[in-house]
């Protein structure tokens, strides 16, 4: 088992920044990637960007150039650094947690709302 834990959400202007944390604990040592997806209301949750273990990455094509995801050595924590925001980045962000079985875990979402 591997809980996740997500903050660093709220509230921001148009062209702002935030900075998401996820914390893992548990199981942490059979996680092999960690990622951020997120879900607008109305829509399907959406994968942002993630990071595997040996650091190799992916992004949505709607936020490359702008957020930037990242981990620390021990792959217990990972954040997303979100700058020039834009409206419809606004949704609730999820944290994800893959172990090498293929099961995924998921915290329980921040809420990042973008004003115009």
């Known amino acids: 088992q591997v809980q996740l834990?997500?903050?660093?959400?709220?509230?921001?202007?148009?062209g702002g920044s935030l900075r998401l944390s996820c914390a893992a604990s548990g199981s942490t040592s059979r996680t092999v990637a960690m990622g951020w997806y997120r879900q607008a209301p109305g829509n399907q949750r959406e994968l942002v960007a993630i990071i595997t273990r040996a650091g190799n990455t992916n992004y949505a094509d709607s936020v490359k150039g702008r957020?930037?995801?990242?981990?620390?050595n021990a792959f217990n924590t990972v954040y997303l650094q979100m700058n020039s925001?834009?409206?419809?980045?606004?949704?609730?962000?999820?944290?994800?947690?893959?172990?090498?079985?293929?099961?995924?875990?998921?915290?329980k979402g921040t809420l990042v709302n973008v004003s115009s």
Do not use: H, M
């Open 5 to 14: 834990v997500e903050s660093g959400g709220g509230l921001v202007q148009a």
């Open 85 to 107: 925001l834009k409206p419809e980045d606004t949704a609730v962000y999820y944290c994800n947690a893959r172990i090498w079985t293929g099961v995924d875990y998921w915290g």
């Open 67 to 72: 957020f930037t995801i990242s981990r620390d």
